[in-house]
């Protein structure tokens, strides 16, 4: 199938997902791809077809940096650590938390098929990994970390150009990887352990080697 074919399929599903009226919950997620890295394009990102140019994907995506302003403390023993199940959390959630009244969505994908929609509104932060008694989605994919990364809502100062938000503290998802072993992925780009990265809508998320392609979407 050609990247057109797939961006166009991706897309409808995603509008087909965007209809539902699903109560929002927090929802566990067993991830269990082969054990192997994805080939060929991905949904949401730029590549090149060929020609030396990049085919743009049906819905913009707006290549992210890293934020090196407050970055979520990595706890190491019980000392600085919540324990959760009688295990020791390595994220500990920073003051400008904050649950979002936005309708934020993540549509998991395999390939094509959308596999399970989750809604982002009952807390301010989501933490992804293989160790089920303290993942809040699991992934179940063995190259994924126990505590693998954290997706999280945060209170931040507004910097766009509207002026009735001027002045005003906004709220906008981010990720942060738990310096995992296999890494998590945005856009198809690496990103670096213990920081945070801005989501924006039609982001894809990707942790170690699983295909599983986890798409953030905003209702409105």
């Known amino acids: 199938m050609s990247k057109r074919e797939h ?3 991706t897309s409808n599903a995603i509008s087909s997902a965007l209809s539902s009226n699903n109560k929002s ?18 949904w949401g990102v730029n590549r090149d077809n060929g020609t030396g140019t990049s ?41 400008e938390r904050v649950k979002p009244t936005a309708k934020w969505r993540l549509y998991i994908f395999k390939g094509e098929e959308l596999l399970s929609t989750l809604h982002l509104g009952r807390d301010d932060y989501y933490l992804f990994g293989r160790e089920e008694k303290v993942a809040d989605i699991h992934v179940e994919h063995p190259s994924a970390s126990s505590q693998h990364s954290c997706l999280q809502f945060r209170s931040v100062p507004y910097s766009g150009t509207k ?15 738990l310096e995992s072993t296999n890494g998590t992925w945005l ?5 670096d352990g213990g920081r945070y990265y801005e989501l ?3 982001d894809v998320i990707r942790f170690g080697e699983s295909k599983r392609e986890y798409v953030m979407m905003l209702d409105k």
Do not use: Q
């Not at 005003?168 to 990887?177: L, S, T």
């Not at 856009?187 to 990103?191: D, L, P, R």
């Open 7 to 9: 961006d166009h399929s």
């Open 25 to 42: 919950k927090k929802t566990k997620y067993a991830d269990e791809g082969e054990f192997s890295a994805k080939s060929g394009d991905e």
């Open 55 to 95: 085919s743009s994907p049906s819905v913009p995506v707006e290549k992210t940096k890293a934020n090196f302003g407050l970055s979520g403390a990595l706890a190491k023993d019980e000392v600085t650590g919540a324990v959760k199940n009688g295990i020791v959390l390595k994220y500990n959630p920073p003051p």
């Open 163 to 177: 002026e009735k938000f001027r002045g005003k503290m906004i709220c906008k998802p981010y990720i942060i990887d």
């Open 187 to 191: 856009n198809g780009e690496k990103i």
């Open 200 to 202: 924006k809508k039609g």
